[in-house]
């Protein structure tokens, strides 16, 4: 049974940091991509960045480029996400999600190309 948790998450001010983190157990997690989403009240999933199997390529959503940054220890099944120069406009539910079939990351961030998903960690930013 697939098994993925997220943690790391809680209240910053403006302009603070975090880091997420997200194991996964009972599949190889090293097979493959894995991302970062989140849904704020009111609006829909939206995903914020990916990363391949080995961790050899990134991608990030443009709201997010240059303070977020998402990696990965496959020794440790482990996948991280340091977000700095935290918004408010960030606030929301974080979600850990691994790659449907595939060792690699698509441009459509659809949560659906995605089949394991955490619970979600809550960030919550103060201006």
């Known amino acids: 049974q697939v098994q993925v948790m997220e943690s790391g998450g809680g209240l910053v001010q403006a302009g603070g940091s975090l880091r997420l983190s997200c194991t996964a157990s009972?599949?190889?997690?090293?097979?493959?991509?894995m991302g970062w989403f989140r849904q704020a009240p009111g609006k829909e999933r939206e995903g914020v960045a990916c990363?391949?199997?080995?961790?050899?390529?990134?991608y990030y959503t443009d709201s997010v480029k240059g303070r977020f940054t998402i990696s990965r220890d496959n020794a440790k099944n482990t996948l991280y996400l340091q977000i700095n120069n935290l918004k408010p406009e960030d606030t929301a539910m974080y979600y850990c999600?691994?790659?449907?079939?595939?060792?690699?990351?698509?441009?459509?961030?659809?949560?659906?190309?995605?089949?394991?998903w955490g619970q979600g960690t809550q960030v919550t930013v103060s201006s």
């Open positions: 999600a691994i790659r449907r079939s595939s060792g690699y990351c698509l441009a459509s961030w659809s949560p659906g190309d995605y089949l394991y």
């Open positions: 009972g599949l190889s997690f090293d097979d493959y991509a």
């Open positions: 990363i391949t199997w080995n961790g050899g390529s990134t």
